[in-house]
Structure formats: structure tokens, C-alpha cells
């Protein structure tokens, strides 16, 4: 390693890429196994993920305690997806991707809209909770923001919470088994209908608190779900369509790729090339590189890292 | 020379072995018919003759060309057209157009962008050739999606023959007909004999003995005999491959099993008529299973076996006809629904699902959905299968054929249903496996389980089985307890084997 | 044994007849359109008179929406190709004429055919790539190089980064003025749709709709259908960076908004708004999204939920589009 890079920055880069990685991982996993049990495209998810900051940033003040609101705004979300997917995702299993990407993607512009009419076109202000706002000490060498560490803590729990759910409860075991064979899962008797809309639930639950947490880092604002929408697909795609364990490794991998090539692509350039190109190339190729990392994946391995249909 | 010469073909997927070292000859003009029991191979191989699937040793060559890795359309540039055996045509089109559409691809390029296609009237007028050489000449204005099911199949073979082709291979050509139309299919295919040579994958073997010159027979991916109609008829091997050993080591006693008189019926289907889209797979399936016996569902494939399990299901609703379980019409319910009044399918292919672990296989769907007072827990189903207690841990992809199976098995037991159903759940397995399982069944059946059975191998069915249905073009042809079918073995030649 | 799992199959609006007629259209069609034609041109002179030049925008505006619309109905509509990634040709069209402006080349007679035959090009890269996958996998190799470019693109700081770049407009000789680029517009856009006639029922056209209605099938009659559908990729692509080219000259003004996927799902809405696979799909969807705009935005300031609410409609109630609707009901 080059002397310049001290072992904090990269430990640093990596913690950034590990919380990133576990926020995503709470959207791709309802997506994923919306995807994978009823095959439908759901593009309308990062609304949801929107509508979670948005609802959190407007209760935590109302509450005034940071964690109240935040769960208030899950709870809310959640409820607001079921509705979502009884009344229009319903109508969406018989069709084709291309029509479900579409009415999606309508949706996306009805909800961005909406959260307009309703809190205005301003970005929303969100605040770090006062207790976790200051930094603390890691292995003695770095300094830490003590609110990431928390988001990489529930994160973590949560991951370790969905991991016992998916693989250590029946509920867990229908859920898989429906998102491999439904019509077989249906023929063992599992309510595959109720399960889902049970699932299309958590999902999206699940994206309110990325919302809520994420929400102090990135800004509150209409149209910040387009951007991380199209991260957790390449997420679900390079995991594996249906598998959760898929979409957890495919969420640290992006997250950290992501993350460490933004802060070290960059900086690698300029030794390389003339500072002009390396100051264009190095941010464009940064966020270039997952993509290539999904397109080289989709070559090898088409059907991902951990398909959940053999 | 010979026009197709097939050579050490193999192909596999997988862990799965569909074809093994497969030698194939076709002489221009001959009629040459591939013959086999489920799951022999037959598709594969036309798929690998055809290139829509790449072999994984071996090779194919076409009239001195070796076309192993060429494309499917260069292929069929080559002359060799193909039919599939789920109708697959240019839904929207007419008859016209689809048949158009196969002259024109056979007459230049594609990428000619500004002269207007329906001024080449040359092209409609061929069209219109080939629609009245396949008997369709007065439906040419109609979509081929509105046409017949067995107008649809004649349309099929139009679209390849309008390809002009030296090889026509033809996928099961009188699925789903009716007596008339493959009385037709058969003229046409007679036809043609001389002109182009034909190799074709069919189950009725009416219609393979009157139009094939010769016979190729696939058991298991091998083939395993071939030559004239006449020398398959009288091959033993053959026979042994469709109807099971004579011999054999036994698990399972001999038996004549005798059901108790007045026993009701746990179910009773009357009148099944199911589709698949526009063609019709059922045509009023009539059956009762009393409980605590062992019926059978016999007769070669596509048959319409299958698709009546699934009607029973629900996993294909019925276009007509009554499913009465237990006195409930249950036709036209959601699958989970019927399941849980106590019906257990183990499916063809088993179907196990991989991404649970064996002993999720089995705990995941358990309940005692028929009340009993000892059900099936998981120690009892490990203790009937023991080859399972050791695989607990592993997922179910990573288990053998025979371990699937017993999966299968163990995990429609554990739901302790009044009706286990079991579809083809020997086939692909080694004959020790089998007896085992059949000897599982046995045993189950004296404690009074009811079962509903697909099976093939009708010489040990008929120890195990109380009654049987033989099925054939999706209707009842014959019903009747074992003593009966044992006592008439023209019986299994006419429905069962070759 | 019929399959649960969705394969690539022809999509919904599929399930039709054969909007394509088989002779040219009829005497009355083309007295109809020719009149059509006839009130476009006359339109700017009127316009003068009666007070309506901002209705001349908004008219430029559709007709080149309708180019980019058609264009990327031939891939989407007759090859049935769910290209995600359409607007980076819309875009790169639009920034090659930025860039060159800027580095000092304003010819029309070289900036036009080095726009599209750059965006030529890279619809040949992309679809070569991009046609050898599948289904989700498709849309999502397409989303992601329209995400490459959005993002290449916008890493220039010297052309504007992400706040885009200015443009003149290119000199054909003469300068351009409003009324200009409205006849260049008009212009372009029927002289690609007459090409895209001649397309449609050519031999070519008939291909590529086999290759959507069922693949298999059109490869086991023997046609090449990667070959088929990368041609139809790149002509689709071509004629999108024409529109592209277009606007900048309308707007003066190159926005990476208009390279990214939402701008992809915005041109997928009009194709079907009009009326996927039939040839007026794009013009009518174009200008039926861009009344649509206009409507909503007058009564009121959240004019995209208005928008939002009758696309989800359409796509729900009336897959077909406007064209479906004034088709009547299929036989």
C-alpha cells in the first residue's frame, strides 16, 4: 500500500462502505423477493425508500425523539405499502415486465409529485440525533462519526433479524420456497398470496428505515430514490433474483466498490494519467464501476451470485 | 450417404445426463420415428438436431456438413426444418403470413429495407401452395391464435415444409388431436415420404407404425434399439423398457389386494375437461378413488395423466367438470386451498426445492391436515427413509435422484394428507431404488393410506394397486381392477407399451 | 408441462392483430394526411397573425419528441426491445452538437453527420453487447450504460458538468431562427417517417416483427435474429440522436437530465401512450404527452401528478394506446 494511504483512510472508506452497503441491503431485500416470488418489477421501491425520509423527517421533530419518529415513519410506510400492493401491484402478477415497468414508473412520478404537493419542492431538513452527533475513537487511529457506527449497528441487527426470520422460521421457509417454485409452494399449502402481501410489507417498512437513517447523510429531497433505486437492482441482479443472502452479499460488494472507488479511483488516476483527465476520468469512472462490475457479473453468471430458482 | 448422421451425442445439464452417447442415422427421404418412455431424451436430442441446444460431446452432421456449432437459422438455411412440440407459431399472424413469412425467410436476406414485401407476390402465391398441401387452404385469412388446436399443428408443419426443407424433424405432430385429425396428419406425413425426410418424436404408436420406415428407441438418454417397425415390436428389451423388469429383485410381496366392498369415495372427478390456452388436454375424465386404496392413473405419455393430477390441484384450473373431495366440489379453487383439506402431491421431477435445506423440505409444510391420532412427524418419516437422517444439513439440490425422490415423499407425508398422490415418482431411479420406494408405498397402504399413483411399471402395480384408470388422448379408456388387467395383456399392448 | 415462470415473450400490446396494413395507406388516409402536412407548414405564417408563437415552441418541442418517440418505437414497438437506455442517444445527440460549439465547429453540413453517426456508433457498441442477454437482464445492461454515459458525461467540467452547456445553434449557411428550426424539425421528422414506412413493410420490418412475436420460431424458419435486431438497435438509436440533435437547437441548450433513465422512462410513457408497434404510435404519444403537459401545467403546478395519474391509467386500463383506442376494438 502506498504511503500516502494511511491505514485509517481505508478503514475509514471501508466503514462508509459497510454502512452503505447495509442500508442498501434493507431495499434490495424487499425488492429481491418481490422479484423473485411473484416476478414483478418494481420500480415505484425507491419511492417508498423517499416517503420513509420524508415521513421521518416530518414526525421525529413532531415526536421530538429521534427513534420515536423514525419508527412511527416505519410503521406508516409499511402500512402504506401493503395499500400499494393491494390496490395497483395486484394488478401488475399477469403482466409483462415492460407493462409493469411502466406502471411503475408512472408511480414514481405520481409519488414524486405528491411528496411535492404535500411538503413542497425544498429539501427537508433532517438532523443526526444530538446524542450520537459526536465522533468517536476507533483502534486509536480514526475518528468516527458516532451516527454511522449506529446505522452500521442496525443495520447489522437488522440483517441478523431478517437471517433468523428467512432461515429460521416457517414463515422464512414458505418465503423461500415461494420464491423458487411457487406453484409447488402453493401446492404444499402455503398461502402464497397472504405471504406476499406480508412481504411487499417488511419491504417496504424496510426502506423507510434506510430512509429515515440515511436521511441526515443524504438530503431529504424529491427524487432521491430514482438514484438509489438503481443501485439496489444492480444489487438484486448481481445477488441473484429471490435470495436474500444474494442481496446481502450483493449490497456489501456494491457498497464497498462503490464507496472505496469514489474516495481511491481518483487519487490512483492522478499518479497515472495528466491531472486533466484524471480529475474528468476519475469521478466518471468511479461511478462507472459497479455498473461494469453488474455487466461483467450478468456475462459470467447470469443468473446472479445465489439465484434462488436452481 | 446419409442424410443426418448423429454421432456420440451427448448432452448434459447439469449434474443430469439427458443423452448419452446417441447414434443417430437418417437416409434421405425415410421416415425414421424416435421412440421412448418419459423422460428418454427424444426432445433433446431434436433440439440438439435442430440447434436450439449445443451438445456437450459429439457431433451432427447434415448432409456432409458437420453443423455441430452452426446457429439454428443457418441450420434451417441448411434444410432442416422443425416443428416444437407446444405449438409454437406467429400468434397474430394469419395462416397466410406465417407461411409467408417461412418463404421468406428461405429466399434471401432479411435486410432489405425499402422494397415493400406484399409487392413480391411471388412469395404469397408459394404461401398459399403450402396452405393448401397442409389442408388449410380456406382458413388462410385467419389468425393462426383463432385457429384449432389440430388446425394449428397442420399450420406447424406447413411453416416448416414452406422453409423447403431436406430434414423435417417433427415434435410429437398428433399431440392433443383428435382420432380425425391424426388419421390427416398421418396422410400428410405419408405424403411427403420421398420428398423429405423426416425424423419424428411421437407417443402413438398407431400412428409411428403406419407412416415410420424405421424405428430408433430412447430409454434413459441411450439408445437402446434400432431397425425396422418390426424388429422394435418383438424386441424384449423394448417392451422391458416400457412395462418394467419381469424380474427382479423384490421388496414388495406378491399380492392380490382386495378392497373391502362400499367403501366411499375420498374423491371423485367427473366430467374433468381441462385446457392448456387453446387446446384442449382433457376431454371429461371420469374417475373415484374409495378411500384407503391404491388407484392407478396408467397409459403412455401425454395422455393427459399429469394434467389431470394437477387439475385435481388446481394448479391448472378446469375449463369444465366437478372435483369432489371428501363431498366438496373443490374445481376451480386456489392449490393452497385444496391442499389443505388434505390432498399431498409429490410431482413429477420431485421438485424439492433447492434452496431449503432436507429437513426444511419436510418441516416447513408439516401439519396433520387429516386429524389423525399418530401423524407423521419428522423421526417417523426419517425412520421410513433413513438415507435422509444422514442429509438433514444439506440443501436439497445437492441430493441425488433417488434422495429427491424420498424427499418428496417424506414431505407430502408430513403434511399427514388423506390423499397422497404420486406422479411418476420411480422413473429415472435404479431398479433397487424403486423396489424400495414401492415397498414404502406398500407399507403405507396397509396403514391405510389412500394413494393415487402414475407409474409405468404395471407388472408391480399390479401387486400394490387395487383399481386402475388407463388414460388415453386425455380420456378413460378402460377402468378396472388388477385381477382384470392382469387377465388381459392385449390390454397393455393396445394403451401401455409398443 | 407449461411453465410458471415468465420467459421473453412478446409483451401485452402484442396481443393484437396485426396493426400493420398490408397496402400503402388508402386514398382517403393520404388526402388526410397530406392536409395534415399542409397545416403544419402553413402554421408558422399563421401564427404571426394570430398571437400564437408560443404555441411555435411547443409545436417544435412535439415534433421532435415525435422523431425521438418513433425512433424508439421501431426497437421497442416493433422489435420489442425494452431498451432503458434510449435517452443516451437523445443526449449524446444533443451534447455532440454542444461540444463541437463550443470547441469552435458550427458547420451544420459536419456537425450533423458526426452526431449521428457518433450515436450510430454507440447504439452498435451498446446493442452488440447488450442483444446477447435476456428479459430483466436486457433492461438492466441498457439502464446500466445509460447510467455510464449519464455519468461520463457529466465528469467534463469543461462542458458543463452537471449543469450542462449552452449551445449555438449550427449554420447551415443561413442562420437559424425559431421558425428555422420548426421547418427543420417538420422536415426531419416526415422524411423519417417515410423512411421508416418503407422500414416497416420491407422485408426488414417483417423480420423484425417475427423476431418480437416469437423468436424461436423466426430462427427455426431461418432468420439471423441477433443480426436482425442489432440492425434495428442501431437505426432506432440513430434516429433518437437525430431528435437529439434537434432539440439543442431548439433549446440552446444541452442538459444531462437528458441522458438519464428517467428521460428513457419519459420517451417508454409516450410509446405507449400512443400506441407501442403501431407505426403512429410515436408521433401520437409525443403529442399526446405533450398536450398532456401543457393542460396540467395551466391548471396547475403539479401538472406531473396529473400526468403520473392518466399514464398509470393508460398502461393499466388501455395497454394499447390512443392508437388502439381510435383502432376500435380488435376483431
Not at chain 1, 50 to 72: D, E, K, Q, R
Request: include cysteine; charged fraction near 15%; aromatic fraction near 8%.
Amino acid at each position: 500500500m502506498p504511503p500516502e494511504l494511511p491505514a485509517s483512510l481505508v478503514l475509514e472508506q471501508l466503514l462508509n462502505g459497510l454502512q452503505f452497503g447495509l442500508m442498501l441491503f434493507l431495499l434490495a431485500t424487499g425488492l429481491t423477493l418481490v422479484l423473485g416470488i411473484m416476478d414483478v418489477v418494481n420500480l415505484a421501491h425507491g419511492s417508498l425508500y423517499m416517503i420513509g425520509a420524508y415521513l421521518a423527517a416530518t414526525l421525529i421533530p413532531h415526536t421530538g425523539s429521534f427513534w420515536a419518529g423514525a419508527l412511527l415513519a416505519v410503521l406508516a410506510t409499511a402500512l402504506l405499502g401493503v395499500l400499494l400492493e393491494v390496490s395497483v401491484l395486484r394488478q401488475l402478477y399477469s403482466r409483462d415486465h415492460l407493462t409493469q415497468v411502466l406502471a411503475t414508473f408512472a408511480l414514481i412520478l405520481v409519488f414524486n409529485e405528491g411528496v411535492r404537493m404535500i411538503w413542497g419542492p425544498q429539501a427537508l431538513l433532517l438532523s443526526v440525533p444530538p446524542e450520537l452527533s459526536r465522533p468517536v475513537r476507533l483502534f486509536a487511529a480514526l475518528s468516527y462519526s458516532a451516527y454511522r457506527l449506529t446505522i452500521i449497528g442496525v443495520g447489522l441487527a437488522l440483517a441478523a433479524l431478517l437471517f433468523l426470520l428467512i432461515h429460521r422460521t416457517r414463515l422464512g421457509m414458505w418465503v423461500r420456497a415461494g420464491a423458487s417454485n411457487r406453484a409447488m409452494a402453493q401446492a404444499m399449502g402455503v398461502p402464497i398470496r397472504q405471504v406476499f402481501t406480508l412481504v411487499f410489507g417488511v419491504g417496504a417498512g424496510l426502506c423507510a428505515v434506510a430512509g429515515a437513517l440515511l436521511g441526515p447523510i443524504l438530503a431529504v429531497q424529491v427524487g432521491m430514490g430514482e438514484h438509489i433505486l438503481i443501485l439496489a437492482f444492480v444489487v438484486i441482479v448481481i445477488g441473484g433474483i429471490g435470495s436474500v443472502k444474494g442481496a446481502l452479499v450483493g449490497s456489501l460488494l456494491v457498497g464497498i466498490v462503490d464507496t472505496a472507488g469514489r474516495a481511491f479511483l481518483p487519487m490512483l488516476l492522478v499518479r497515472l494519467a495528466p491531472p486533466e483527465v484524471a480529475s474528468n476520468l476519475g469521478p466518471a469512472l468511479a461511478s462507472v464501476l459497479i455498473y461494469l462490475l453488474m455487466a461483467l457479473i450478468l456475462f459470467i453468471r447470469p443468473e446472479g451470485l445465489f439465484p434462488a430458482r436452481a | 450417404m446419409s442424410l443426418l448422421q448423429v454421432r456420440g451425442l451427448t448432452k448434459r445439464f447439469g449434474g443430469l445426463t439427458a443423452l448419452f452417447r446417441c447414434d443417430l442415422e437418417v437416409q434421405p427421404g425415410e421416415v425414421h420415428a424416435l421412440i421412448g418412455p418419459n423422460g428418454a431424451g427424444k426432445t433433446t436430442l431434436i433440439n440438439l438436431v435442430a440447434g436450439a441446444l449445443q451438445p456437450t460431446e459429439g457431433r451432427i452432421l447434415f448432409d456432409g456438413l458437420d453443423v455441430t456449432r452452426t446457429p439454428p437459422h443457418e441450420r434451417a438455411l441448411l434444410g432442416i426444418g422443425r416443428t416444437f412440440q407446444i405449438t409454437n407459431l406467429f400468434g397474430h399472424d394469419t395462416v397466410l403470413d406465417n407461411l409467408a413469412l417461412a418463404v421468406q425467410a428461405r429466399s434471401g436476406s432479411p435486410f432489405r429495407f425499402w422494397y415493400p414485401v406484399h409487392r413480391e407476390r411471388w412469395i404469397f402465391e408459394e404461401a398459399r401452395r403450402f396452405a393448401e398441401r397442409v389442408g388449410l387452404l380456406d382458413r388462410l385469412g385467419v389468425q393462426a391464435a383463432a385457429l384449432s388446436h389440430g388446425e394449428q399443428r397442420q399450420l406447424e408443419v406447413g411453416v416448416a415444409l414452406a422453409g423447403r426443407p431436406k430434414l423435417l424433424l417433427l415434435d410429437e405432430p398428433t399431440s392433443g388431436m383428435s382420432q380425425e385429425e391424426s388419421h390427416r396428419m398421418v396422410d400428410l406425413i405419408r405424403s411427403l415420404r420421398g420428398e423429405v425426410a423426416i425424423l419424428l418424436v411421437e407417443h402413438d404408436m398407431d400412428v409411428v407404425f403406419r407412416v415410420a420406415d424405421r424405428i430408433t428407441v430412447l430409454v434413459e438418454g441411450r439408445v437402446l434399439a434400432s431397425g425396422t417397425p418390426g424388429e422394435v415390436r418383438t424386441n424384449p428389451d423394448v417392451h422391458r423398457a416400457y412395462l418394467g423388469e419381469a424380474e427382479g429383485r423384490r421388496l414388495m410381496r406378491r399380492g392380490r389386494p382386495r378392497l373391502p366392498e362400499g367403501r366411499p369415495a375420498l374423491l371423485r372427478v367427473e366430467g374433468l375437461k381441462t385446457f392448456y390456452g387453446a387446446s384442449q388436454v382433457l376431454f371429461g375424465i371420469d374417475l373415484q378413488v374409495p378411500a384407503g386404496s391404491v388407484v392407478t392413473l396408467l397409459g403412455r405419455n401425454g395422455m393427459g395423466k399429469t394434467t389431470t393430477v394437477r387439475s385435481i390441484l388446481g394448479l391448472v384450473p378446469p375449463r369444465a367438470g366437478r372435483i369432489v373431495f371428501q363431498g366438496r366440489n373443490v374445481a376451480g379453487w386456489p392449490p393452497e386451498r385444496i391442499a389443505a383439506l388434505g390432498i399431498a402431491l409429490v410431482p413429477e421431477g420431485r421438485q424439492i426445492f433447492p434452496n431449503l435445506t432436507v429437513r426444511e423440505n419436510l418441516i416447513a409444510f408439516g401439519a396433520n391436515r387429516s386429524g389423525r391420532d399418530d401423524p407423521w412427524q419428522l423421526d417417523r418419516v426419517l425412520h421410513l427413509f433413513p438415507r435422509l437422517r444422514a442429509r438433514l444439513g444439506h440443501l436439497g439440490c445437492q441430493l441425488s435422484g433417488g434422495e429427491q425422490q424420498m424427499l418428496a415423499i417424506g414431505r407430502a407425508l408430513m403434511t399427514n394428507p388423506h390423499l397422497l398422490i404420486l406422479d411418476e415418482a420411480t422413473e429415472g431411479l435404479a431398479p433397487a431404488l424403486r423396489e424400495e420406494i414401492w415397498g414404502c408405498l406398500q407399507t403405507l397402504s396397509e396403514g391405510g393410506q389412500t394413494i393415487l399413483l402414475i407409474d409405468k411399471y404395471v407388472d408391480r402395480l399390479l401387486d400394490l394397486a387395487h383399481y386402475h384408470f388407463i388414460l388415453e388422448r386425455g380420456r378413460v379408456v378402460w377402468e378396472g381392477p388388477s385381477e382384470a388387467l392382469r387377465a388381459d395383456p392385449t390390454l397393455w399392448q393396445r394403451y401401455l407399451s409398443v | 408441462m407449461a411453465s410458471t415462470r415468465r420467459t421473453a415473450i412478446a409483451p401485452d400490446f402484442a396481443r393484437r392483430p396485426s396493426a400493420v396494413p398490408e397496402a400503402m395507406p388508402t386514398l382517403r388516409h393520404r388526402t388526410g394526411l397530406l392536409l395534415l402536412l399542409a397545416g403544419f407548414i402553413l402554421f408558422p405564417l399563421v401564427a404571426q397573425t394570430w398571437r400564437l408563437e408560443f404555441y411555435l415552441g411547443l409545436l417544435t418541442r412535439a415534433l421532435i419528441l415525435a422523431l425521438a418517440a418513433s425512433g424508439l418505437n421501431l426497437a421497442l414497438g416493433y422489435g420489442g426491445l425494452l431498451s432503458f437506455g434510449h435517452a443516451t442517444y437523445f443526449g449524446l445527440g444533443a451534447y455532440t452538437v454542444a461540444v463541437l460549439a463550443r470547441e469552435g465547429v458550427r458547420s451544420a453540413w459536419v456537425v450533423w453527420p458526426v452526431g449521428v453517426l457518433l450515436v450510430a456508433l454507440v447504439a452498435l457498441g451498446v446493442g452488440s453487447v447488450s442483444l446477447r442477454t435476456r428479459g430483466l437482464s436486457f433492461i438492466m445492461i441498457t439502464l446500466a450504460f445509460a447510467q455510464m454515459f449519464y455519468y461520463g458525461v457529466i465528469s467534463f467540467k469543461q462542458y458543463g458538468g452537471e449543469d450542462g452547456l449552452r449551445a449555438l445553434r449550427t449554420d447551415f449557411g443561413v442562420s437559424l431562427g425559431d421558425v428555422g428550426v420548426y421547418y427543420l424539425s417538420l422536415a426531419c421528422l416526415v422524411l423519417c417517417l417515410a423512411l421508416l414506412w418503407r422500414i416497416v413493410h420491407a422485408r426488414f420490418g417483417r423480420a423484425l416483427r417475427a423476431t418480437r412475436d416469437n423468436e424461436s420460431r423466426a430462427a427455426a424458419v431461418g432468420f439471423p435474429v441477433y443480426s436482425i435486431r442489432l440492425a434495428a438497435f442501431v437505426l432506432s438509436g440513430a434516429i433518437t440522436g437525430l431528435a437529439g440533435v434537434l432539440m439543442v437547437h431548439h433549446t440552446q441548450y444541452a442538459s444531462p437530465g437528458m441522458l438519464g433513465w428517467p428521460q428513457s422512462g419519459h420517451l417508454m410513457l409516450m410509446v405507449i401512450l400512443g400506441g407501442v408497434g403501431n407505426f403512429w404510435g410515436g408521433v401520437l404519444g409525443a403529442f399526446a404527452m405533450v398536450a398532456l403537459e401543457e393542460v396540467f401545467h395551466s391548471v396547475t403546478i403539479h401538472w406531473q401528478m396529473g400526468v403520473g395519474l392518466v399514464l398509470l391509467a393508460t398502461v393499466l386500463l388501455a395497454p394499447r394506446g390512443i392508437a388502439g383506442i381510435l383502432e376500435g376494438r380488435p376483431r
